[in-house]
């Protein structure tokens, strides 16, 4: 349910969010630049690990017989399975969240009506109706599903993109630009 005008500076409209919506903002959310060094730091570690056990016979024996590098291996499997347990796990997590958000909130389940303008953001609900100047918030980011505007490091309003159309989502995108609001 979209309505939306721009007149006087300011854009207009209202949403509801459904379970797709709140999936899509928590995966964006989940979504840290800060990972990638260390997903390349511990691929570099693994690498010189492999390179050491094929130039080094020492090594190689090391691996099959000594207590201590017996147990580092079962740690390093152990981390491994948890790791790939959780990977796995991250988007039935992510739905069961979003479920119980739409439960347990009626202000996320119902409309959300939307104001933008040059001096801020308004953000109404059934419970709430909130109103920040834009050097109040901490930022911004988007996928292709959802626009999420950041109050603190991890509390976020969402925007459904597919509800607010084209024009009002450019119009959105202009006033979030010109405010000067960091993209995270």
Same mark, same amino acid.
């Given at each position: ?12 409209? #209202? ?19 800060? /990972?990638?060094?260390? /997903? ?10 492999? !390179? ?15 207590? !201590? ?12 399975? !948890?790791?790939?347990?959780? /990977?796995?796990?991250?988007?039935? /997590? ?41 050097? #109040? ?31 009002? !989502? ?15």
């Amino acid at each position: 349910m979209t309505t939306g005008t721009s007149d006087s500076g300011k854009t207009r409209f #209202a949403v509801t969010l459904g379970e797709g919506d709140l999936v899509q903002a928590f995966k964006l959310n989940a979504k840290r630049k800060a /990972i990638r060094p260390l /997903i390349l730091a511990a691929v570099f570690v693994a690498a010189l690990l492999v !390179l050491l056990l094929a130039i080094s016979p020492a090594a190689r024996q090391s691996l099959t017989s000594r207590p !201590l590098t017996l147990m580092l291996e079962g740690a390093l499997a152990l981390t491994a399975l !948890l790791l790939l347990l959780v /990977i796995l796990a991250r988007p039935l /997590i992510f739905r069961k969240l979003a479920q119980r958000s739409l439960a347990q909130r009626a202000d996320l389940a119902g409309p959300v009506e939307w104001e933008f303008g040059p001096e801020g953001v308004r953000h109404t609900t059934l419970h709430s109706d909130s109103h920040y100047p834009w050097a #109040a918030l901490r930022g911004w980011r988007e996928n292709e599903v959802v626009l999420l505007l950041y109050i603190a490091d991890n509390l976020f309003y969402i925007v459904p993109k597919a509800q607010v159309g084209g024009e009002l !989502l450019r119009s959105l995108h202009r006033t979030v630009e010109e405010s000067g609001l960091p993209q995270r």
